[in-house]
């Protein structure tokens, strides 16, 4: 049997001496300029038995070294700069910075069940993980990104038979992974295997899937890409000032930091950002035009047919603002937009960020990776974007553009008739434009 461990004798202040204190323990005392005349008897730790020290209220605390606010401003810039450049690059280049994106987001979040002794002694269970990824590109943006390049697809025989048998190619290709999966199962590590195929496929349902909404927006048009991810960014800074600034009240346990006031205050700031500086946006009509193309030189100009959405009407003006002399005020249906996504980005992305804190607590780690320095992970600064840009893509296609979804989804259903159905088609519309006078004979001939 094992000895009774001693109990710890309670010593008298006098008595307290150096070796009572750990290694780590006097350093910190002598960091902190303290003497053995400035000690406190330690306190006895009643669940562990041991003694802990208290130190005095009036022992001053050394200031942190600002380094990681070097860091972080650093960085800071470094990736406005890119995001910036990358804009202007076109819209190719915007999506291949969501992809990877994207990746690195994948890359961090299965690294926190990753066991790499483990997978160094399963056969291919880091490769099987890296082509589900792959496999749920191919499917989410598969179903998207054709859809916007429809000129593309048109004129191109293997795009539309990869669109018309899309679904059951991402099947097969899916079925393959799995025999790998099952083929691979070793004795011994089952419960890991079973545990990362699932982990997987979570994974890249939830990420993959709102990410390819983000490219579908870029393809509609940049300001669906840049407004939605500003009015995020402005919504968490504003909160920040009114939070520091007023805060009083706890908005909610999983962020002790967050206050109502912030989060009101944030939601202020936020419209009012979101109607006056999208009218900056309007100039830009290169930010305004969709793209229906691949194109991959950068910096090249983007030339489209403004959609209405963006035009100017003038409202009437309450009587207040008329006996100022605003009778009317010029609006933009972009404008009555951007107050729409603001209200998301203010109400519901921070639960984004709230739901990424919960999870961290709830496998007790601080950042999801050290990827940008300063920062944390890449997960770290998107858990609210994802949120904020599956909503845009929602609201864009379904509101803001409903009739050219509808348009578009009518060339893909031409594009995967047969070429007989096709010319059947064809004559048929020759037949009702005709009836409408809207062609002539002759115009027809030429055709």
Known sequence: MRPNRPEVQKESESETTEHEFSENERGNLKFRGVTKKDRSPPL?????????PNFERNIPIPIKNNSNFVVRTIWTIILLVGFIVIIFAGHIYC???????????????????????????????A?????????????????????????????????????TYHNIISFMLWVVGFLGFVLSL?????RYQFRQFGWTHITCFLIVSQTSAIVTNIFEGLIWFILPSLL?????IFAYIFGVKFGRTPLIELSPKKTWEGFIGGLLSTLLFAFFFSRIFLERSYLLCPQTELAFSPFSAVNCEISNVFHPFHINLPPPFRWLGLRTMPITEFQIHSIILGTFASLFSPFGGFFASGFKRAIKIKDFATTIPGHGGITDRMDCQILMGTFSYLYVSQIVFRNVSTMRGLLRFVVNLSTNDQIV?????????????????TSLIEL
């Open 425 to 441: 088609l064809f004559n048929e519309l020759q037949q009702i434009l005709l009836r409408k006078t809207i062609i002539n004979a």
């Open 95 to 125: 999506a291949g910075l969501v992809l990877l994106i994207t990746v690195g987001i994948f890359k961090e979040v299965l690294s926190l069940k990753r066991n790499h002794e483990k997978d160094s002694r399963v056969p291919f269970s």
């Open 44 to 52: 006895k730790d009643e669940k562990k038995g041991l003694r802990a």
């Open 186 to 190: 070793k004795r011994g590590f089952y």
């Open 127 to 163: 490769s099987l993980n890296y082509y589900f990824f792959g496999i749920s590109v191919f499917f989410f943006y598969g179903r998207v990104i054709p859809h916007k390049l429809t000129r593309l697809v048109l004129t191109s025989p293997f795009l539309q038979f990869i669109l």
């Open 232 to 236: 995020v960014i402005c919504n968490d």
